[in-house]
């Protein structure tokens, strides 16, 4: 930068002058997050109708943003936890909010841990294939959640967890590989980076 | 067993998320190296 520039920039009235944020929440990435947070709660009403559930889309987005080499992983966790709230919320929060507080919780570390891991070390595919390792995981470890919500014998609870891993292998699938082909289309673009 | 359930539950939820918050705080996030361009892309870059 020059003398002149400098002067220039001090005529630019103040509230002209372009803020750039230099921490994790810059304009740029709160914007993005807007975007797919709210690409979420549409996701939430696609609903995938199966005989035991009806599991919506809502995680795409989230999908979408952990398979961005260049995004940050906590973007991802955010979008995940606050896509698990809305879609509760357009269903009345079944099991109460702390159960799906949990699930929130339980789905970022799923979406921007678990499955960026995968995408970063080995790829898309691995990606896929950890996602639905990882729905059976949540699965077996869910007796805890029903007890607490529906209070529940621990058998009970277990047998109930299992009849949801078929619904959420076909939610969790689509919404992976959906969000993997939209990340693999924008990958090399200005979106990207 | 309800309470080894509740372990596992809070294990399987929070266990990933707070290991990995630690381990990119250290280290970085970890990532495969990109892969060399191939073709004319190279050729043109060399």
């Known amino acids: 930068m020059t003398s002149n520039d400098a002067q220039a920039v001090d005529e630019v009235p103040q509230e002209a002058r372009i803020v750039r944020s230099t921490g994790f929440f810059t304009p740029i990435r709160i914007s993005r997050m807007a975007v797919l947070i709210a690409l979420s709660v549409?996701?939430?009403?696609?609903?995938?109708?199966?005989?035991?559930?009806?599991?919506?889309?809502?995680?795409?987005?989230?999908?979408?943003?952990?398979?961005?080499k260049k995004w940050d992983w906590k973007?991802?966790?955010?979008?995940?936890?606050?896509?698990?709230?809305?879609?509760?919320?357009?269903?009345?929060?079944?099991?109460?909010?702390?159960?799906?507080?949990?699930?929130?919780?339980?789905?970022?570390?799923?979406?921007?841990?678990?499955v960026r891991i995968a995408r970063l070390r080995f790829g898309y595919i691995a990606a896929i294939v950890a996602t639905l390792v990882w729905a059976v995981v949540i699965s077996l470890a869910s007796p805890a959640m029903l007890m607490f919500a529906l209070g529940l014998d621990f058998q009970s609870?277990?047998?109930?967890?299992?009849?949801?891993?078929?619904?959420?292998?076909?939610?969790?699938?689509?919404?992976?590989?959906?969000?993997?082909?939209?990340?693999?289309?924008?990958q090399n673009t200005p979106l990207s980076k | 067993m309800e309470v080894f359930a509740y372990i596992i539950f809070i294990v399987v939820i929070l266990g990933p998320l707070v290991a990995y918050a630690i381990y990119t705080a250290l280290r970085g996030e970890p990532r495969r190296p990109d892969k060399p361009a191939k073709g004319k892309t190279a050729a043109a870059a060399k």
């Open chain 1, 42 to 68: 549409v996701g939430a009403f696609v609903k995938i109708p199966t005989p035991i559930g009806s599991p919506a889309l809502d995680s795409v987005p989230a999908y979408f943003a952990t398979m961005m």
């Open chain 1, 75 to 114: 973007e991802a966790a955010i979008i995940a936890v606050l896509a698990r709230l809305l879609a509760a919320a357009t269903e009345g929060f079944p099991l109460g909010l702390p159960v799906q507080v949990a699930l929130g919780i339980g789905n970022a570390s799923w979406v921007a841990v678990v």
């Open chain 1, 157 to 186: 609870a277990f047998a109930l967890g299992l009849t949801g891993i078929p619904a959420l292998l076909i939610a969790a699938g689509i919404a992976v590989v959906v969000g993997a082909a939209a990340a693999r289309a924008v």
